[in-house]
């Protein structure tokens, strides 16, 4: 029996599109973070800690531009760009983990995000390239 394309493949353009802001957003917070002299402050148990944000600031530069050319690749549907894109998303939620208690409101959003991403790439992702034929 020959496979068809549903409906659903829409939610792997969704994701598609929800990868092109996720890595924009990343670009800018990261183009900011690397790029400004200031350093957060923030309290922990043993006190008062400073923290230098530049270097995760380059982090999410180089992320959101791999997002960014992974999200145009994933609109063709082949199976390398899906693979690349689970992998980078499940980068990009790593390190919204880490920037969370930095920006709690962004990241808890794009935590969000990287999930229903996540969830689209890996149920649906196949339907693409059926679709692109």
Request: proline residues 3%; glycine residues 8%.
């Amino acid at each position: 029996m020959a496979q068809r394309v549903t409906a659903w493949v829409g939610w792997v353009w969704f994701a598609a599109f929800a990868i092109l802001v996720s890595g924009l957003f990343n670009i800018i917070a990261g183009a900011v973070a690397a790029f400004s002299p200031k350093t957060v402050v923030s309290w922990t148990p043993d006190g008062i800690a400073v923290v230098d944000v530049s270097t995760w600031g380059w982090v999410h530069l180089v992320l959101g531009a791999l997002l960014l050319l992974v999200g145009f690749a994933l609109f063709s549907g082949t199976g390398w760009a899906r693979v690349t894109a689970i992998v980078l998303v499940i980068l990009d939620l790593l390190a919204q983990f880490v920037s969370l208690p930095i920006t709690p409101w962004w990241s808890l959003i794009a935590i969000a995000l990287d999930f229903f991403i996540l969830w689209a790439l890996t149920v649906h992702g196949d339907e693409v390239a059926r679709a692109n034929r």
